[in-house]
């Protein structure tokens, strides 16, 4: 039996799976140039073409994608049992990798996760700042950060915060130009600072709910961010009312510089979640990370 280059094989899965030569060399630490001429050595071995290139993007053939589908899970399976060999270690080891916002990463992730690196040093974290609903199977993350009610079914979701509620908030300088809404279909009348959802690209349709009765709004206003602090420093100017999760506006409503209205009719939902595959058999690594990251509601005195 002819031994084939396995070190071929792994750099084609992660070209194809990453869709970019550029993507796949940075994450295995390699030159653009020598992932080229593997890959290409590898196709002319098998004397079939594995990768349709173009200037802007790569995606693999009919046979690339047999291929893929057929060795790609095992490489996924030797990682795994990598990992789990760190269990015989004085220590855990290994890197997590977690997608995420930006607030989620400073606010939450960070001052959870910092005991745990000093204690652990051989554990890494790679984290992933990004505002999609990313499909953490398909781009090989360990987990993700989203709120509780936007969490697949088939998933484990660890709750690491308190549940929120939502705030619509605006500067003192904007109500005092703008009469203060009392019901949320009075929102159509104000200027209001939209959110492009990064999965669909609409805009996000503010949802409110008072007494089991719930109420959605389709806003509109002069701007539209894709992020939330942009949001932040736009009422902040004056220059319309935002909906956001309370705790991301709590210290300017506290400081004064925001105002805070319809909260009747934001009720409570679901904090941020940890969340990962179900089917996935977890490190020791991991394990540490999710017991550092899960939230405790404090015990009434």
């Not at 996760?113 to 199977?137: A, H, M, S, W």
């Not at 009312?241 to 210290?251: A, H, K, R, S, T």
Request: with cysteine; charged share 25%.
């Amino acid at each position: 039996m002819v031994r084939r280059n396995l070190n071929d094989l792994l750099y084609f899965v992660t070209v194809a799976r990453e869709g970019s030569f550029t993507r796949a060399a940075a994450l295995l630490g390699v030159t653009q140039s020598a992932l080229s001429q593997s890959v290409s050595g590898l196709e002319a071995r098998l004397q079939i073409r594995l990768l349709t290139r173009t200037t802007r993007s790569v995606s693999p053939t009919a046979a690339g994608e047999r291929l893929l589908n057929a060795i790609g899970h095992r490489f996924d399976e030797i990682d795994a049992e990598l990992d789990e060999l760190t269990a015989l270690r004085d220590k855990p080891a290994g890197t997590v990798r977690i997608t995420c916002s930006d607030y989620v990463l400073h606010n939450i992730l960070l001052p959870k996760l910092t005991p745990l690196l000093r204690e652990y040093p051989d554990i890494k974290l790679e984290f992933d700042v990004n505002y999609g609903l990313r499909d953490i199977v398909a781009d090989r993350f360990d987990a993700g950060v989203r709120l509780g009610n936007t969490i697949d079914k088939d998933m484990i979701a660890v709750p690491i915060g308190p549940p929120m509620r939502w705030a619509v908030v605006a500067s003192p300088s904007y109500f005092e130009a703008h009469s203060i809404p009392k019901r949320p279909q009075d929102l159509t009348t104000h200027q209001c600072i939209n959110q492009r959802l990064p999965t669909s690209g609409g805009l996000y349709v503010w949802d409110f709910e008072r007494r089991g009765r719930q109420v959605n709004v389709r806003v509109d206003g002069q701007l539209i961010f894709n992020t939330t602090q942009p949001q932040v420093d736009a009422a902040l100017a004056g220059l319309g009312i935002i909906l956001l999760p309370d705790d991301e506006v709590m210290p300017y409503i506290t400081a004064g510089r925001l105002v805070r209205v319809l909260e009747d009719w934001c009720a409570p939902f679901g904090g941020y979640h940890l969340y990962y595959p179900s089917r996935r058999q977890p490190s020791p690594a991991f394990s540490l990370v999710v017991d550092a990251l899960r939230f405790s509601a404090p015990r009434p005195e």
